[in-house]
């Protein structure tokens, strides 16, 4: 998937990548992962958290991923699974 995304064609549309549960390490290395991208995904599909501080922790590296990009826009929706 990172090499994917580095490598983005340009024609490709809309990308939403599903992380790991935050609250586990390996979605911790998921969401690290996609904040060290550059030009990440359009979006990223969080697990249900069971906690506000997963969704917090979340949105935090996705903004400051944002800010450092100068992204458009930083969306959250919750999806049922």
Request: aromatic residues 4%; hydrophobic residues 50%.
């Amino acid at each position: 998937m990172i090499g994917f995304l580095r490598d983005r064609p340009a024609d490709v549309p809309t990308i939403v990548v599903r992380i790991d549960p935050v609250r586990r390490s390996i979605g911790l290395e998921d969401l690290a992962a996609m904040a060290g991208l550059s030009d990440g995904p359009d979006f990223l599909l969080v697990p249900t958290a069971e906690e506000p501080a997963e969704l917090a922790l979340t949105a935090n590296e996705v903004t400051i991923r944002a800010s450092l990009a100068s992204a458009n826009h930083v969306a959250f929706a919750q999806v049922p699974l």
